[in-house]
């Protein structure tokens, strides 16, 4: 589903990504993990079409980027550091909003769903403005999934979650990823990350470092291995 060969990525002469080399297959759950710095979230943006490559090549379902990012935009949901949420319009509204920008069939009844899924039903007539910061990542997860995508970017989802939504959180990822979702999720809680994914992937200065099978190792053995791949040399 997803097809990165010699990615890399400059801003002006400093690289950032060098050579990457990373495929994720259909319903696969990768979690992306790597100290500041790393490239994680420039990784994710290219693959969102919202960065271009310097060299290299980056498909997403078959289509190429970024010729065919238009082709692949449909596809995707992406929760990143920004919410991409309209303050003055209420949770109902901008979930309705973003319904019609995909022109989604039963809209009113897809973000009921969406809103009940993230614990955010009651809400529905509440402006995001005077929502706390974990409502609003909430709301976001909300947006990001409303029209099903095949494909899921997560930039550090959990950020300002409690406990019981970062509960709710998980039970969503599981169930997506049991719906056959593509997932490409970085996060810095390695032990969480390692116990709800397919696949772990270090990248560290702009490279990959180490991947592993998730289930085939524990998380005390992999901060160890994180520790050795990330150490400043």
């Not at 969503?172 to 810095?188: A, D, Q, V």
């Not at 180490?210 to 040399?233: G, W």
Request: charged share 20%.
């Amino acid at each position: 589903m997803i097809k990165i060969e010699g990615l890399t990525k400059n801003y002006g002469t400093n690289p950032v990504l060098r050579g990457v080399n990373l495929h994720l297959q259909t319903g696969e759950f990768v979690t992306l993990v790597g100290n500041n710095g790393a490239g994680k979230t420039t990784l994710l943006r290219i693959i969102a079409t919202l960065l271009s490559p310097t060299a290299g090549q980056v498909s997403v379902g078959g289509w190429a980027l970024p010729k065919q990012s238009a082709r692949v935009r449909q596809h995707l949901g992406m929760v990143s550091h920004q919410a991409l949420l309209y303050g003055d319009l209420t949770a109902g509204e901008n979930l309705t909003f973003f319904a019609r920008l995909y022109e989604l069939d039963n809209a009113e009844k897809r973000v009921e769903r969406a809103l009940k899924t993230v614990g955010l039903f009651a809400r529905k007539r509440d402006t995001v403005a005077s929502f706390s910061r974990g409502m609003v990542q909430r709301l976001t997860i909300a947006r990001a999934t409303l029209h099903e995508p095949e494909v899921l970017l997560l930039d550090e989802p959990y950020t300002g979650l409690d406990q019981d939504a970062s509960h709710l959180l998980d039970d969503l990822l599981r169930r997506e990823s049991e719906n056959g979702r593509t997932i490409l999720m970085i996060t810095h809680d390695l032990t969480h990350g390692l116990n709800l994914c397919d696949r772990t992937v270090i990248l560290n200065r702009g490279k990959i470092a180490y991947e592993v099978d998730s289930q085939s190792i524990t998380p005390s053995q992999f901060l160890k291995i994180y520790t050795n791949h990330t150490r400043k040399k």
